[in-house]
Structure formats: structure tokens, C-alpha cells
């Protein structure tokens, strides 16, 4: 018997409150209208970027707390994580807070990791209220895995940009209150409730990938594993899913994603329709300067921000959001080291 | 209403395998005896020392697997972390084995928090079998967050030794097959099995210490909190365990724990029966070289190999394991940020 890589949630939690922050280009791109905030400093008032990366993430989860009606002192966990040695920005964030923390590291792929484990403490009712949440930012990143932005090295087009962006959801065993909101339009409508139907937990794959400028390329092998895995497990076609948002592949990992799914004998005509990257989605395309977005607050951000307001007025029903994560250190390059990839996908419900 | 920290599993999940491998000088300490296998040489044959601590808890990770009688494409999660930015141990461990990855970063709490949350996935009935573990090298620590080996500096007494060693352990929601084993006086002993009965999931606290070479003193406050929390959570006196062990406090974080433990009410008398800490352990007592032994390895290998075996044998009943961490990165003590500490407790029981 194939082993089953999903867990299905019976109670199916809710998301019952949702941030995401972003920093100055991010606030400018195509989806900073969906972000809840965008500093217009990047430092955030911070001495060090590592601090600025911290507080952004502090806030992201702070309001998601706030906006699921909750207290800090009624959450039973929280479950974060970021790209920084050691989880800075998460261990940091948590010494303000006093809510029982575990900290993830899964790369880019954190948002996702921490929503099935959050998912499984509410569902399993080992805790009523869990938030999770990721970050990134540009000037922490670039320092630790390239070089100091002082530096001012050229990048290849093939190069992501670190998001600087943060998102949290708070996952609750018990639905928010109702609300209604007005549209575009003008019109009054009933906020949906956001939902975690199921998880699937990631393998590590490694294509051989050694150029750290080409992260799109090291992590779409994995994330069509987990997303094949999910549609094999959960006996779904990928046109069941109203939309398919891989984390931060860029331009280049979203082609290979298209390409492999093709080759699996998904139809074009439905990837066009419902598939879709983060890291692609994030920066107005300019392939001169950068092939997308990246980092763990990247698909964090247009998860917690874009897609969850999408969900909340009914425009996407159902989504299968796969963040994804080069694992990559600080050090394995300069070993000689391939970068391993690794996905994890998340299903959401909103009714 | 006062927040539990504490996760109580109705099924108690099995551990039904482990194993703690350990370095040089780890297999000649007080507790060699206990590992499964030790080192003859640190490098374990590898180019790099990041190789050879991944390769240990490949080694811990696959024999837990295969002596609880399970192959890797039955095992639902493998839950792991080590010290290394971005946790580049588990990441290349993951890589060569077929099993879904869910990377955990608490610095050498790791172990307690991998052993929570796998024991959730197997109690919650999300999956049947969970393999955890955690690693730590004293050659990849120290050139890390200290100097490189070959700078050959100095250290002061209160500094702790990192463990050159790891440990595994396979949950599942059946116990293994019943087994016995000759003890040291030639009588034939049914062994016993051990279950994970709860989790206590721990806060960051930070004392304000903000020398890396008193790691004890700063994890000890986030130590005694989650051992108070635990006992208050589920109504217990200390006396309820036969063994209290704390993860890596050394010699200096020991005596504060045992001195807050007598501050909160707990009699000197039950505190020298049932606490000791792995860190103090580990090592013979030179406390003109070190302080004790620290690494999410020392505390893994200890509870994989000492413990469990002294469970296994039925001579302890009921421990109260509560690996601890020091939240420090790489930077942030270059940026005069004190250590946050944090720390896990679970509750396991032979029967």
C-alpha cells in the first residue's frame, strides 16, 4: 500500500484571522492592495534588519490574534519560523510574546509547514486557538546567504528577490463572528469562513540544482511531488481547486511546474486556469532585474493578505496553497552541496 | 481560566524503537555504556563535519526505524533539527531518505519539541508511525557560534561542552512485539514499553544573560517554568516521576534549577532523588574544562540511550524529560542581545 502523505481534518478549523505585511516594494506591487499594511521604511524603526524582519512578523501575528477576536493568553501555540540562523526573527518575536512556541524551519516552505502542524493541534483538540506565521526580508536575507547590500553586486536575471513581508493565521476550533463587508460594487456581502480541509507533508527532493541564483529550478521538482501526492491521496483532479499557488518559484520554477504537470497529464487549459506562483505574483514581472519572489514571507504574505481575502468574499472557494523551500545553508554551497527542495501543501475551504 | 501548556495523548503512543549514538569522547563518559554506538573517530569518514553530524542522525533516524520493526515508506513524518543554520544536518539527512520532512529549529530543546508534536500526529490518529531525532557535533558547533577548531582558544570554566552525538526515536500507535533481555545478574527480564503520556510546550523566556558562555544560566528560568507548568497543568507533585531530566543545563544551570525548584515549594529531598540534568551527566565532572555538555545531541542521546534503556528494563517508571534551548543566533550576541531560553517537557511512562 502506498503510504499517504495527507492528513485529513475531520473538524476542519477555522482560519479565524489573518495579517500580512510587507515591506516598501512589496506595498507597490501588483498585490500590495491586499496586504493589511506596508512600511514605507524598510527598517521599521529598527536599529538592525534583523530587527526590522522580527517586528514585522510580531505585528503579523499580534493582529491575527486581534482580528480572530482572541487574547495572547488564549492561544496554545504558536508555530513560526523564517530563513535567519537560529530562527532570529521567530525567537525573537516569541521573547515579547508569552504563548507557548515551537519554532519551524522548512526554508521558504515555513508558512506551510506550520499551518498543517497548527492544523493538527486544533483539529486533533489538543488546542482551541494556534497561530502560525513566517517572514522574510530583503536586507536580512541577502546579507546572511549572499552578499552585504553595501556590496552592491550584480544579481543574474535568474535571481530571486527576498520578500520583506510577513503573514500569520490564527487557526481556531470555533468559526469567527459573522460579517458582512461592502465590495466594489457597493454592494453588502456575507464573509465567508476560511477553512483547513487537509495537509500534505513534503519530501526533500534534490534535482542537483548547485547555483543558488536558481532557486525556481531546485524547488519545482518538489513541489510537483507534494502536489501530485496531494491530488493521488485525496483521489482529486487539479481542476477540483479553484486555485493552485505554489510559494515562490519565480517565473523560472513556475514554467518547470507547468511543464512537469503537463508531462503528469494535468491539461494545460486547466493549469492555465487555476494555477499560479507567489514569487511570480509578488513584483510587477521585469525579468531584467529579478525572476520573482522569494522567501519565506513571500507566499506567507500572499496567502495571508491576496488569498485569504479572496476566500473570505467567496472568489476563490477552494485553494491548495504549496509553499516551497530550498534547503539550503549558509554554508552548503561553499561545501559543494546541491540545494534539496521541499514542499508542503495546505487545503482551504471557503463556504 | 489559566492556559494549559500541557497536551494530554488518550492513546499514549509507543515509543517502539530508539537509538543515541555519541562521539569519542561521549562513548568514554559516565554514560558510553548506554549508547547504541559511539564514534572511533568524529569525522565518521566524511569530508566535512557537517557531513559527519548529518550522517550520525542518519544512522540514529534509520536504526530507531528499523529496530522498531518498520521500513522508511511506513513511516508517516520524520520530525527533525540540530543547531546548524538552517538546520543543514536534518536537511541532508532528509534528503537521502524517502520519508515526508517536518524541519523543527528550538536550538537543543529540539528534541522534546520533534518527540510533542510526533506524538500528537501518532495520538491524534494522523499518522501511524513518526520518526524524531536531533543532532549536534561539537566540531560544527563551535566553529559556528565560537571559533574554528583550529584557533585553538581558550575557555572559560562556565562554558559547556557541545555533544558530539544524536538520538531517534519512533513513535507508533501500536507497541512493538513483546520482548525479553538478560540482565546484568543473569535473569531473564520482559522488557517494558514505553509511552508518551503528555507534553508540556514551553514559553520563551529570556533572564537578560547575555555571555554564550553561560548557556545554563540562561535556559535555566525557561527550564523550571515549564517543569512548574507541567506539574500545575496535570495536578502532579514532583514525586509523581521517578526521573525529572533536564536537557543541557551543565553543572552551573543544574544548581539553579534545583534552587528555583526549592524556591517553588519543592522538598531538597525529592529534588536529589528524581532530578539530574544530561548536560551534568554526560560527561565526568572536570569542571576546570567545561561546565557540563549542551547540543540538542546530548540531551537526544542520553534520553534515547540511557533513559530509555533504564525504561525499557522497568527500572524507571515514569520521567519527566524536558530538553532545553538558548534561542541565540550566530549574530545576535554580535548585535548585545541577551539569550532567550526555552523548553519542552514530555512525560513518558514503562508499563
Chains 1, 2 share one sequence.
Not at 476560511?194 to 513534503?202: A, L
Not at 510559494?247 to 486547466?270: K, Q, T
Amino acid at each position: 500500500m502506498k503510504r499517504r502523505q495527507t492528513l485529513i481534518f475531520k473538524n476542519r478549523p477555522y482560519i479565524s484571522g489573518a495579517y500580512a505585511i510587507g515591506g516598501l516594494r512589496e506595498g507597490e506591487g501588483p498585490l500590495g492592495k491586499w496586504l493589511d499594511s506596508s512600511l514605507k521604511d524598510d527598517s521599521y524603526g529598527e536599529a538592525t534588519w534583523e530587527k526590522s524582519e522580527s517586528r514585522m512578523l510580531k505585528t503579523a501575528i499580534k493582529s491575527a490574534v486581534r482580528r480572530g477576536g482572541k487574547r495572547e493568553d488564549e492561544i496554545g501555540a504558536m508555530l513560526s519560523g523564517d530563513l535567519l540562523n537560529q530562527l532570529m526573527s521567530s525567537s525573537f518575536m516569541a521573547r515579547d510574546l508569552h504563548i507557548p512556541f515551537l519554532g519551524m524551519y522548512g526554508a521558504c516552505s515555513t508558512m506551510t509547514e506550520a499551518l498543517i502542524l497548527g492544523a493538527v493541534l486544533v483539529d486533533g483538540k489538543y488546542s482551541d486557538n494556534v497561530v502560525t506565521g513566517a517572514s522574510s526580508h530583503y536586507c536580512t536575507a541577502e546579507r546572511q546567504f549572499r552578499m552585504p547590500l553595501e556590496h552592491g553586486n550584480q544579481r543574474p536575471p535568474s535571481a530571486q528577490m527576498t520578500a520583506t513581508a510577513a503573514g500569520a493565521m490564527l487557526i481556531s476550533s470555533e468559526a469567527e463572528p459573522a460579517k458582512s463587508q461592502t465590495d466594489e460594487a457597493g454592494r453588502l456581502v456575507d464573509l465567508k469562513r476560511v477553512r483547513v480541509e487537509s495537509g500534505t507533508i513534503g519530501k526533500v527532493i534534490d534535482p542537483g540544482v548547485k547555483d543558488a541564483n536558481q532557486m525556481g529550478s531546485a524547488m519545482a521538482p518538489a513541489a510537483v511531488d507534494t502536489i501530485l501526492n496531494h491530488l493521488e491521496d485525496t483521489g482529486r483532479g487539479m481542476d477540483y481547486y479553484d486555485a493552485v499557488m505554489t510559494g515562490d518559484l519565480g517565473f523560472i520554477g513556475r514554467e518547470i511546474v507547468e511543464a512537469f504537470l503537463e508531462d503528469a497529464g494535468v491539461e494545460r487549459s486547466v493549469i492555465e486556469r487555476v494555477y499560479d506562483d507567489c514569487g511570480a505574483m509578488i513584483y510587477a514581472p521585469d525579468r531584467e532585474k529579478n525572476s520573482g519572489g522569494s522567501g519565506c514571507g513571500c507566499s506567507a504574505s500572499v496567502f495571508c493578505g491576496y488569498l485569504y481575502k479572496n476566500m473570505k468574499t467567496g472568489k476563490i472557494r477552494r485553494a491548495l496553497i504549496i509553499s516551497t523551500g530550498a534547503l539550503l545553508s549558509t554554508i552548503s554551497p561553499m561545501q559543494g552541496e546541491s540545494i534539496p527542495g521541499i514542499a508542503h501543501a495546505v487545503s482551504l475551504e471557503a463556504e
